[in-house]
Nanobody, 124 residues
Framework: QVQLVESGGGLVQAGGSLRLSCAAS????????MAWFRQAPGKEREFVAA????????EYTDSVKGRFTISRDNAKNTVYLQMNSLKPEDTAVYYC?????????????????WGQGTQVTVSS
């Protein structure tokens, strides 16, 4: 498994931007499909975005399309989530996750490695 550490969360006003980073340990980072999930208080953890091994293909949940961008740098063992035009409903703990295989409909159960999470709070 790969060890994951998120950073970059914080408090931002609605309409603002944040960039989350997820640093992975090990030399096999490029073999993993990477994703971001989020969990708001009292809600289930939900899929946000995923990126394939080469970074050539990405997927997003509908609520963040056009606002969030997932990317990866395999040389730095890091995956990013650029979040623009943030809304109060984006408030959640954001988790980085790694999977050994691709699925067109990513679910929490598809990912075997998880970070500790980073809090994102968007004020209105």
């Amino acid at each position: 498994q790969v060890q994951l550490v998120e950073s970059g969360g914080g408090l931002v006003q609605a309409g603002g931007s944040l960039r989350l980073s997820c640093a992975a340990s090990g030399r096999t980072f490029s073999t993993y499909v990477m994703a971001w999930f989020r969990q708001a208080p009292g809600k289930e953890r939900e899929f946000v975005a995923a990126i394939r091994r080469s970074g050539g293909s990405t997927e997003y949940t509908d609520s963040v399309k056009g606002r969030f961008t997932i990317s990866r740098d395999n040389a730095k063992n890091t995956v990013y989530l650029q979040m623009n035009s943030l809304k109060p409903e984006d408030t959640a703990v954001y988790y980085c996750a790694a999977s050994g295989y691709y699925t067109p409909y990513p679910k929490r159960a598809d990912f075997s490695s998880w970070g500790q999470g980073t809090q994102v709070t968007v004020s209105s």
